[in-house]
């Protein structure tokens, strides 16, 4: 076979380039018969000189260079985008001083081409990520407080700095064409861009607390009106640097784009979500088709004048944010950009950065960027807490905001390395910058961290709990959790068991907790105030329905407000304890994370849930109970208990705090005539009592209703069992509990008592105690259902 001669490869210094506007981007190479290298591109004796290998090997040493300063920097709470930038500066200055053979081998200057190349189109999926993770409809809802910190944090530091700029170029004489590129750092430095900010607040776990919502919501203001600016002006401009048919065929495609966009390509949209079934997945072809077609639109974008990016940032828009097309988008896509493309975009970038070029008082340019930075920066900072104080913010929060929304990122680094390409920036500018950008990526988190503390907003709150709080006539606040539509059920029952027939009143804040996925920010909605869904499916439609129906049916006795809280599955506890304080709950009820089978066995086991559930026990300001349905509780139907039927309803008694909070929540419950009590007291036979005197004392108290010297109510009832150890006591427990529908137990953490003795065993799930624990193990035969109470921590 005749050999065909191979066109040089990426690397070699005599390559042939097919340069375009925006990209070096090499002609690939004939494919050549004769073995593996010849087919990527063999030349040279060095298998790194050809393209594919070199590749590969620039990819593992800038990801190897980057986690290496992330594993000492994370230590110290700084982000990973500061270890990329580092990893890029590693790779640009201090390798090369060392090796004299390095940048020839691995990082020569053509072959970054085909590194910027691959990094080129991540930063384009990035974008159309970017897109579709940002819900547009929620800048109508954003209050006037983030509108205005969102509208000022812009304008008013672009008005700073480009005083600054004209200021600074009739000092030191700089001409129109340096001023340009002032003007790009200006403008830039002016915007805060929502993807840099969502990407802080989620690295600092404030993504969904007060301070960050509002500082997403201030971004989110920000980016639109920056869009809308950045691409008027990249227009504008395009009209002295290009005949003016040539600007206005520009134009009218770009508005013809963004009229499909709107007009044909949403709609698309919203009908692959009507034809998707709820709690299915999307058509894997719908999926393909729209990542196609995002591609597309970068060349699109490239044709009517505007940045690649432009198109697929505009495409992800029309996108409906969320399940079941956002984040099955997000979930296809997002490993790939986050874990590969996104540090390469970075690192890459950083690599054209030389240190030694930065020389502020010896060039003019130089010295007008710096001064000009500062000013926006400082500007930045002021407005952005102008609002925030206005509306009684303290001063920490406020200050706090002003460095979030000052921060930059990734987006900055590439717009800045683009303007570096198209010779909009010069190489001394752009290495000041991306030292700029490293110095903030520092500094701004660990600020953040001193001044916000999520926590803050406990202090001076006062034990919140049923048996203080909640009198026996009283209104009984209470916030129930829903995990998954299977959690309805139990909670329900257990919410028409605690309401009496007549004489109080029981409130149900219903929060139903969704995870975060194909979302940029988190959401909070609450039911009562909204006046229309946030989109045409609701997030909890069953969960609104199914409570509006409990509320019908227990009118006069039960009030309901329905939430629903978008967030990360690590911060959900932030939610459920927020809520939980502003609505003065007195308990929190959250459903067990394992499910069982009608014959007993494990159905599934949500780790993620049981995380929650500790968090919320160690954090939440007032009373918890964990809700373990064992089948029973979840059969009856809410119309049962109306008519007449008995609940069986089961106390186990063994002293102590959660145990007296437990007991007073069942003494209400004994309240609704269908609802029949047995309090079992286990007291050791010997008076050996590892409980003080106080402890006695208070036990004593809350038994005394139940006793039969002071129990009026025929359906209550009251036993004594005498134990010497734990195993006796379970025995009893175990003969006892099948006869009921729910059990109710205290938690008793850590807490050592004769009647538990020698059940240590029993330690399965912390989060429920020992008794608790021995209360869902399967040994244990029936099907009633159990809730662990535990009164508020003293410390929260």
């Not at 590749?55 to 593992?60: C, G, K, M, N, T």
């Not at 809802?141 to 672009?158: D, Y």
């Not at 809280?565 to 939610?575: F, G, Q, V, W």
Request: aromatic share 8%.
């Amino acid at each position: 076979m005749t050999e065909l001669n191979p066109r040089p490869f990426v690397g070699s210094e005599n390559q042939d380039y097919n340069l375009s506007s925006r990209f070096c981007m090499p002609i690939p190479p004939y494919v050549n018969s004769n073995g593996i290298w010849q087919f990527i591109g063999k030349a040279g004796n060095h298998p790194w000189d050809a393209s594919l290998p070199r590749l590969e090997l620039q990819i593992i040493v800038a990801f190897s260079v980057t986690h290496a300063c992330h594993f000492v920097l994370k230590r110290f709470g700084i982000p990973i985008i500061a270890s990329q930038i580092t990893g890029g500066l590693i790779l640009g200055q201090a390798i090369p001083g060392l090796n004299r053979y390095y940048k020839h081998v691995l990082f020569s200057d053509t072959s970054l081409g085909t590194l910027d190349l691959v990094a080129t189109f991540g930063y384009i999926l990035f974008q159309f990520l970017t897109g579709v993770k940002m819900d547009v409809s929620m800048i109508q809802k954003t209050g006037k407080k983030s509108l205005f910190t969102g509208l000022l944090t812009l304008l008013i530091p672009f008005l700073l700095g480009a005083a600054a700029l004209e200021k600074m170029s009739r000092i030191l004489g700089i001409g129109m064409e340096d001023k340009m590129k002032l003007w790009v750092v200006t403008v830039v430095h002016s915007l805060s861009r929502f993807p840099s900010i969502a990407c802080l607040v989620s690295d600092l776990r404030i993504i969904n607390s007060e301070l960050g919502r509002l500082g997403l919501s201030c971004a989110l203001v920000s980016e639109m009106i920056g869009l809308i600016l950045t691409r008027s002006a990249i227009w504008i401009s395009s009209i002295y640097h290009a005949p003016l048919h040539s600007a206005y065929r520009n134009l009218g495609i770009m508005v013809v784009y963004l009229l499909a966009v709107v007009f044909v390509v949403r709609p698309a949209m919203l009908w692959v979500v009507k034809q998707t079934p709820e709690g299915k997945p999307v058509n894997s072809l719908h999926i393909h088709n729209i990542i196609m077609l995002a591609l597309g639109a970068g060349y699109i974008s490239d044709l009517f004048g505007q940045h690649v990016y432009f198109g697929p940032f505009v495409f992800g828009l029309a996108v409906p944010a969320g399940p079941p097309l956002g984040s099955a988008l997000v979930e296809k896509l997002d490993p790939m950009v986050s874990g590969l493309f996104i540090p390469l975009v970075v690192t890459s970038a950083s690599m054209r950065t030389n240190l030694s070029d930065i020389k502020l008082l010896d060039d003019n340019l130089a010295k007008s960027t710096a001064v000009i930075v500062a000013v926006v920066v400082l500007a930045k900072v002021a407005t952005t807490m102008i609002p925030p104080l206005y509306c009684k913010v303290p001063k920490r929060d406020a200050f706090a905001l002003a460095l979030i929304m000052s921060t930059k990122g990734i987006v900055e680094i590439s717009t800045y390395n683009i303007s570096r390409n198209i010779e909009s920036l010069t190489d001394q500018m752009f290495s000041f910058l991306t030292v700029e950008i490293l110095v903030t990526a520092i500094i701004i988190p660990i600020l953040v961290k001193f001044l916000y503390d999520p926590s803050r907003k406990y202090a001076g709150y006062q034990k919140r709990n049923i048996m203080q709080h909640s009198k026996a006539s009283g209104e009984l606040r209470i916030l129930a959790c829903i995990y998954r539509p299977d959690n309805i059920p139990a909670i329900i029952k257990f919410l028409q068991a605690s309401c009496p027939k007549r004489g109080s009143l029981v409130t149900v804040y219903v929060l139903h907790l969704i995870d975060l996925r194909g979302r940029a920010a988190p959401l909070f909605i609450s039911h009562k105030m909204q006046k229309k869904t946030v989109s045409n499916r609701s997030y909890s439609e069953n969960v609104i329905l199914s409570f509006k129906l409990f509320e019908e049916k227990n009118w006069g006795t039960a009030c309901v407000y329905p939430f629903t809280a978008i967030s990360p599955p690590k911060l959900m506890h932030e939610d459920v304890c927020m809520l939980a304080l502003d609505k003065l709950a007195s308990i929190v009820v959250l459903p067990f994370h394992r499910k069982w089978f009608i014959d007993g066995s494990i159905e599934s086991d949500d780790n993620t849930k049981r995380a929650l559930n500790c968090s919320v026990l160690e954090r939440a300001p007032c009373s918890v109970g964990i809700l373990i349905d064992r089948g029973r509780i979840g059969r009856f139907i809410s119309s049962e208990l109306s008519l007449g039927s008995s609940f069986r309803v089961a106390m186990i008694f063994l002293g102590g705090s959660d145990d007296r909070e437990a007991l007073t929540l069942a003494k209400r419950m004994s309240q609704n005539t269908s609802i029949n009590l047995t309090v079992f007291r286990f007291i050791v036979k010997s008076d050996e009592m590892i409980s003080t005197n106080w402890e006695k004392v208070l036990d004593s108290e809350v038994l005394k209703e139940v006793k039969p010297e002071n129990n009026f109510n025929q359906r209550v009832k009251y036993v004594v069992e005498m134990v010497n150890e734990g195993q006796e006591t379970l025995a009893k427990i175990q003969s006892v509990v099948p006869k009921y529908d729910l059990v109710m137990v205290g938690r008793r953490d850590n807490t050592e008592t004769p009647q538990t003795s020698g059940l240590d065993r029993c330690r399965e799930f912390p989060e429920l105690g020992i008794v608790g624990n021995c209360l869902v193990t399967e040994d244990l035969p029936g099907r009633y259902s159990v809730l662990v109470v535990q009164q508020q921590q003293t410390t929260v």
